[in-house]
């Protein structure tokens, strides 16, 4: 932010001092170099300016300016000021709504979508596109239990985020996925034939296996179990998608975790 309002000398000095600001000729002020300002490509001579701030942080500003001088004056500077500090309640409001909608969807450690919006999701994508084949992956930790008896929940919940950011990297558009339980997550990819699902599936479970995250000086790998239904091939509703991938994902486990079983 600070880069931006370098960019015009009296935007930046309100920037900096976090203070309201009145210039009733340019010319006569000692704060600032006219021929510097004019630089900037906006002449004027007089002006007014309020920082629109909110809980200590700075969202921006409101100015009016003009080529008369003496045009303001400290009334209309309150005004200013007055309707500013109405912009900050508003845009402070819009934010907070925007982080109440995102924790209504998302769960707030791995910001992947919450199970009932990612089966929303699911369910307009196979009502929309239903000449598409899609891949529904449920991934389970494995022995994630022993992490944070080993390292600490601390340690547990970056392997957490480490995975969802592994996923998330491996999505394209209309792809999504969420946490469904406390290790267990749910991932929704489409592709051309089973073919190309499995091999994506078997590609996220891989790129899992090479990361690793950084706990008291030691590297820890993290390895996942994979059960996959693929849509339509398997079955057609999201209930039975899903209990087919839990079956799926069950066996991987059985087998000896750290693979993906599609069959």
């Not at 006219?34 to 004027?44: D, K, L, Q, T």
């Not at 200013?80 to 109440?100: G, P, T, Y």
Request: aromatic share 10%; proline share 2%; glycine share 4%.
């Amino acid at each position: 932010a600070s880069d931006v309002y370098k960019r015009q000398p009296t935007d930046y000095w309100v920037f900096r001092q976090r203070k309201r600001l009145l210039i009733v000729d340019i010319l006569r002020d000692f704060r600032f170099d006219a021929e510097e300002i004019f630089s900037y490509g906006r002449e004027f001579r007089s002006l007014i300016s309020a920082p629109i701030s909110s809980r200590g942080r700075f969202l921006g500003l409101i100015r009016m300016d003009s080529i008369q001088p003496e045009e303001f004056n400290v009334d209309d500077l309150r005004l200013l000021d007055f309707i500013a500090n109405l912009s900050a309640v508003a845009i402070d409001n819009a934010f907070l709504f925007k982080k109440m909608e995102e924790l209504a969807t998302h769960d707030s450690l791995t910001e992947l979508y919450l199970r009932r919006e990612f089966i929303k999701l699911v369910e307009e994508q196979l009502s929309r596109r239903e000449e598409e084949i899609f891949g529904f992956l449920m991934l389970d930790i494995d022995d994630f239990k022993n992490c944070n008896d080993t390292y600490g929940h601390l340690a547990g919940d970056l392997v957490l985020k480490n995975i969802s950011r592994v996923i998330k990297a491996h999505l394209v558009e209309n792809e999504f996925a969420c946490r469904y339980g406390g290790e267990e997550f749910l991932v929704f990819i489409k592709g051309g034939n089973k073919q190309q699902l499995v091999d994506r599936a078997e590609l996220i479970r891989k790129a899992i296996q090479g990361s690793s995250i950084r706990v008291r000086r030691q590297l820890i790998n993290i390895t996942v179990s994979v059960g996959m239904a693929v849509y339509p091939d398997d079955v057609q509703e999201v209930a039975q998608l899903l209990e087919l991938a839990d079956s799926r994902l069950y066996k991987a486990k059985t087998l000896g975790k750290n693979r993906l079983v599609y069959e």
